[in-house]
């Protein structure tokens, strides 16, 4: 099963040089090595935006190109539209992102890896399904 693992996750990848990583990255990697990884156009958008050092920025953007964005289909983009009004008449607040994270969960039946805790308030309300990272 693919499983689509979301910009916090990434971004301790790719920016944390010291000190031991998070189970999530090693989930990560993980599922790389299992050709079970997705990621969609938003999220890689997110993992680049704010890297000022253009070295930076085109090292972390080399690494990500190995991985093929899915496309995204317009039915999901509405379903993403209704998880965001359905949120906010809940008072439940969410970036545009995180919302389009979930419908592209609900729609193709993939699971979501994040260290975000705003997914578990989501969960109550979209049928998402949330993965936790393997115990090594």
């Known amino acids: 099963m693919k499983v689509l693992v979301d910009t916090d996750v990434w971004s301790e ?27 969609i156009g938003p999220i890689r958008m997110e993992v680049l935006s704010g890297i000022r050092d253009q070295e930076v920025f ?6 990500l190109a190995a991985f093929f964005d899915r496309l995204i289909e317009s039915e999901v983009y ?33 699971p979501i890896l994040s260290k975000d805790k705003d997914y578990l308030l989501y969960r109550k309300h979209f049928p998402i399904e949330l993965i936790q990272p393997r115990k090594k």
């Open 78 to 110: 509405v379903l993403a539209a209704k998880f965001f009004n359905l949120s906010r008449s809940k008072g439940i607040q969410g970036s545009n992102t995180d919302f389009l994270i979930c419908a592209c969960s609900v729609y193709w039946g993939v």
């Open 13 to 39: 990848a790719l920016r944390k040089k010291k000190g031991k990583k998070s189970t999530y990255v090693d989930e990560l990697i993980d599922l790389i090595q299992e050709g079970r990884l997705e990621i």
């Open 58 to 63: 085109d090292a972390f953007s080399d690494k």
